[in-house]
Every structure is written in C-alpha cells, then in structure tokens.
Nanobody, 127 residues
Framework: QVQLVESGGGLVQAGGSLRLSCVASGRSFSNHGMGWFRQAPGKEREFVAAIGLVTWGADAITYADSVKGRFTISRDHAKNTVYLQMSSLKPDDTAVYYC?????????????????WGQGTQVTVSS
C-alpha cells in the first residue's frame, strides 16, 4: 500500500524560503513521476510541480505558471523522495502542500479527492 509522508512546512515571511520533502513507500516508484500539489483554504487542490522520467520528454519537469522561477522540484530515486525548494514566497502560496505519484503527467494532474493523499504539510507565508 502506497504511503506518502510530507514534511518541511512552516511559517515564513514573504520573500523567504522553505524546502518541502515527501517520502513515498509501499511499492516501486522507478516508473512513476512525482508531483506537488497545494490546497488553500476554501479552494480546490491545484497542481504545483511535477518531475517525471526521461521518457516524459519536455514534460520531465513542469511547473504551474504561478510558481515558475520561484520553486524547484527535485527527486532522489534511491530514497523515494521528492523535494520542493520554494523561494520568494508570497502570501498567496499559503496552503497545505501534498505530494503524489503517477505513471504519467496526465494521470498525475488528474488525481483528485477519490485518490490516496498523505496528510500534507502546512505552509503559511505572512506579509
């Protein structure tokens, strides 16, 4: 059974940085991409970033427009861990951040409430 454990959130001032981590366990993820999502209060969960396989071509690393140039996703295959380095944080980045995994970018972006999610990690950016 897949388990996803996110960590690294916290309270930070606008302009600051945080690094989130997500450890996946329960199966092999060597053929899966991994991604980050976030859900702000009163809003739907949204895609943030994904890191896939070489076979994903141009989609191997992709970001939501709202975080391009500020967030960097990376992955340690040996540790089944995905990271999200967040810089130049804004109050609008305040949300619970989640990670997930899927065999394709399309499937990753289609994950919804009916799929398994970890507990998430809270990021709060003060102005």
């Amino acid at each position: 059974q897949v388990q996803l454990v996110e960590s690294g959130g916290g309270l930070v001032q606008a302009g600051g940085s945080l690094r989130l981590s997500c450890v996946a366990s329960g199966r092999s993820f060597s053929n899966h991409g991994m991604g980050w999502f976030r859900q702000a209060p009163g809003k739907e969960r949204e895609f943030v970033a994904a890191i896939g396989l070489v076979t994903w071509g141009a989609d191997a690393i992709t970001y939501a427009d709202s975080v391009k140039g500020r967030f960097t996703i990376s992955r340690d295959h040996a540790k089944n861990t995905v990271y999200l380095q967040m810089s130049s944080l804004k109050p609008d980045d305040t949300a619970v951040y989640y990670c997930n995994t899927a065999p394709s970018l399309a499937r990753l972006k289609s994950l919804g409430a009916g799929d398994y999610w970890g507990q998430g990690t809270q990021v709060t950016v003060s102005s």
